[in-house]
């Protein structure tokens, strides 16, 4: 190591001496030609790197027609964001929309001299070199605003003296070619905030939940803190960092006199109030849709594309389902005992949720008119699965079938008052073990109305009914209604057997509220490009499957059900409005169902386990899916009027006896006001309430050969059961 004194030695050269003269560097001519030599090549290497960066660099042309990444946005029916898809999330805004307090504060934070300097700022540069030396650290950046969009838009953070000379030659071209407002706007349009947002609207939307137009003084300032180190200065990561940096930045403005000595204090004592993180809305709608774009418009159109995605759903009607569908099954689990004995943090902890049997459901509400989805809920919890079960997965209806039937033999004469006998009957379909349906009550009713049968989910009456009418005739106009799923050909069709998903059965249900008029499902009302020009526009397809008439004496049925039968409980509960639907339980207790709808509104609940798990005994759907659906439809139609299904002209009603079917006499007991389609209403009074009763075999017979419609050969029904 040298010493001071031989250091001093080696320096003497450069002092000067008494007389205040400095010795003559003595430099021979050899050394003189190797400098000139190493300086050439400094020189050229220079020009060298320049002159290649030149040719590396976009051309005007590249500059004029960039487009950034924009997110693709998804919009509710009401033009309410429901999300966004990006690989950037970004919305651009005009200079005229951002507060001019920001405008200064981001010029006075990042770029002082930015209206004084043509695209680099020498005067900065050797600020932030004297800066870092006297701190022996890098702690400012002698880049200018368009350095940083230049980098930002075209280059690398990579940190590299090619990259520099690039970033400066660029940011002297883009000043060249625009003004200073220009090149403003695009750089607080591309920068990033944090959080996933970049550009200042994005940033005010996911820091404030506001639009940037909204932002006040100490919102300003934070989003201008954010500006030079995002996730250092995140108000949600460092909040006391954040406002450290926040209430510096209001220092800053007021010692440049961008605002007054009284409005910074104010500012810094106003705490930092931040939009909650947004929590993914409609997961499973959303799902639906993104791959829905990507399979039609491509990966790069959706995640860049700036697509915008005008939807069906009603972000009002969606909370309501979720909120009621979580109570719902929380309740049915508690019921069933399912999370008995295991503690709140297990059922807390993701990890043990995915290990164990977990009770599902899914959820659809639809506008019966236009076939528009309003609700959608696929699942428990679309982070531990995305198995869009409203969709995706098909299962046995049940009982929530039988109208499909009863529609089908409406559609071919029968009516509402026609009796059907209640008894045991046995199909062997050619197969090694005969079959003999049963009532879930485990007994017999002898003569009943279809009514009656549909109202209490009679198992017997809708297998003979089936019987009666023929299998082809029943899938052919289920498949009309909606129903696209393939249905077997066999008698158990009646009991729903036949696998189908939640969207078109609540699809094809919309027929009934619809006065017969079979609408399609409708996700999407309209898809624009960036530029704002449609790439798509659906409307609603319509096609009448059913006369109004039969719609209407279904819809009266199911009436029924909700006032006194299946799903009695939904008036229980309280729910007022007319209401019209049906309940399905399947074999074993594995799924529960229940389609219901009023004037207007539409929404079908399946609840079960994935596994197929038997949901416990007497789990029906009456039990655990008709009221899900009842809280729903009390908070979705508060404070609307209560409506009535419209009647078409062509119905009747007539006071019948309900137990022959036939125009009621003074004296029958039990009567009730049936409605019929003109000219299928019974003609002959009762008189059987003042004869002695005839057998239940000769009424059965009696009552079906009168109808010349009706022919059919009744089995012989002797054989005793025992019932389901």
Known sequence: ??????????????????????????????????????????????????????????????????????????????????????????????????????????????????????????????????????????????????????????????????????????????????????????????????????????????????????????????????????????????????????????????????????????????????????????????????????????????????????????????????????????????????????SHKKLSDPLYRKKMTQLQGAFIAMDPHTGYVKALIGGRNFRESEFNRAIQAKRQPGSAFKPFIYTTAINSGFTAADIILDAPIVFDEHSAKPWKPENFEGKFFGPTTLRKALTFSRNVITVKLLDKIGLNPVIELAHKMGIKS??????????????????ELTSAYCTFPNQGIKIEPIFILEVRNRDDKILEENKTSAEEVLKPEVAYILTNILQDVVDRGTSSIIRRLGFTHPAAGKTGTTDNFNDAWFVGFTPDLLAGIWVGYDDQKSLGKNMTGGTIAAPIWARFMQKALENIPAKEFPKPENIVTVQIDITTGLIAAEKCAKTRTEVFIKGTEPTKICDSCTKNRISNAELDINILSAKSKHKTQVKEETEDSSGF
């Open 1 to 342: 190591m040298l010493s001071l004194k031989t250091m001093d030695d080696k320096w003497r050269f450069y002092r000067k001496d008494k007389n205040g003269n400095r010795p003559v560097l003595k430099i021979s001519k050899r050394n003189y030609i190797i400098l000139g030599i190493a300086v050439a090549v400094i020189i050229g290497a220079f020009i060298g790197i320049i002159i290649g960066s030149m040719k590396e660099i976009p051309s005007i042309a590249s500059l004029k027609e960039y487009k950034p990444n924009l997110s693709t946005k998804i919009y509710d029916i009401n033009n309410e964001l429901i999300t966004q898809i990006y690989v950037e999330q970004r919305t651009l805004v005009p200079l005229s929309k951002i507060p001019i307090i920001l405008l200064k504060g981001i010029v006075a934070s990042e770029d002082e001299r930015f209206y004084n300097h043509w695209g680099i700022d020498l005067h900065g540069i050797m600020r932030a070199m004297l800066i870092n030396i006297l701190h022996r650290k890098i702690v400012e950046g002698g880049s200018t605003i368009t350095q940083q969009l230049a980098r930002n838009l075209f280059l690398t953070m990579q940190q590299t003296f090619s990259r520099k000379i690039k970033e400066a030659l660029l940011a002297i071209k883009i000043e060249y070619y625009y003004t200073k407002k220009e090149i403003l706007e695009m750089y607080l349009n591309q920068i990033y905030f944090g959080s996933g947002a970049y550009g200042v609207e994005s940033a005010a939307r996911v820091y404030f939940g506001k639009h940037v137009e909204e932002l006040n003084l100490p919102e300003c300032a934070m989003l201008i803190a954010l500006a030079r180190a995002p996730n250092s200065y995140s108000p949600y990561k460092n909040p006391e960092k954040a406002l450290n940096r926040r209430n510096a930045i209001l220092n800053r403005l007021q010692s440049r006199s961008v605002i007054t000595k009284k409005e910074a204090e104010i500012a810094k004592n106003t705490p930092i109030e931040l939009h909650k993180m947004e929590i993914k809305i409609a997961p499973y709608f959303v799902e639906y849709i993104r791959q829905y774009l990507e399979n039609t418009y491509g990966s790069n159109a959706v995640y860049k594309g700036g697509l915008k995605v005008h939807t069906t759903l009603d972000l009002k009607l969606q909370d309501i389902a979720q909120q009621q569908f979580n109570l719902g099954l929380d309740e049915v689990e508690t019921k069933i005992g399912l999370n008995k004995g295991i």
């Open 486 to 503: 393939e249905l077997s050909k066999n008698m158990s069709l009646a009991l729903g057997t036949s696998v189908v998903s939640l969207l």
